[in-house]
């Protein structure tokens, strides 16, 4: 059993992510009826790093919830997560190609720009730069 410290300095995260974690119900330690200290147990401890893991694929807690619970009843959750990351990644190489667009833009634009900085315009325009396109 491990205190909040213990068990954040044994799995190299903060005692603030352990406390969200406990907060939002994702690891329930026991706590001592005595002196109301939580302890966490090994289990917690594979939770917290499972859910550490899982972050780096990019699934969101409610998505690791999921997971955690379908494998907490005895259900296998990998084609669940196959399908997670999955969508995850065309969402990726969606967003990609959004930003691509994005940047030729920006450059496009520096590029037109460039010899028009010093230029004068009409003054009730806010930056003819931008609204002469």
């Not at 995260?13 to 352990?18: A, L, P, Q």
């Not at 619970?69 to 959004?98: A, D, Q, W």
């Not at 590029?111 to 009730?124: A, N, P, V």
Request: with cysteine; proline share 3%; charged share 30%.
């Amino acid at each position: 059993m491990y205190t909040v410290k213990q068990i954040a300095s044994k799995l190299s995260v903060t005692t603030d992510v352990v406390r969200y974690y406990t907060r939002i119900g994702i690891v329930s330690p026991r706590r001592d009826p005595e002196n109301g200290y939580r302890y966490y147990s090994n289990s917690d401890a594979r939770i917290i790093t499972f859910v550490r893991k899982a972050k780096h694929y990019g699934l969101t807690l409610n998505e690791i919830v999921e997971i955690i619970n379908t494998s907490l009843k005895g259900g296998s959750p990998c084609e669940r997560v196959y399908e997670m990351v999955e969508n995850h990644h065309n969402e990726t190489r969606k967003k990609i190609v959004e930003l691509q667009e994005f940047e030729k833009r920006l450059e496009n634009a520096l590029l037109s720009w460039e010899s028009e900085i010093e230029s004068k315009y009409e003054e009730d325009l806010i930056c003819p730069l931008i609204e002469k396109d």
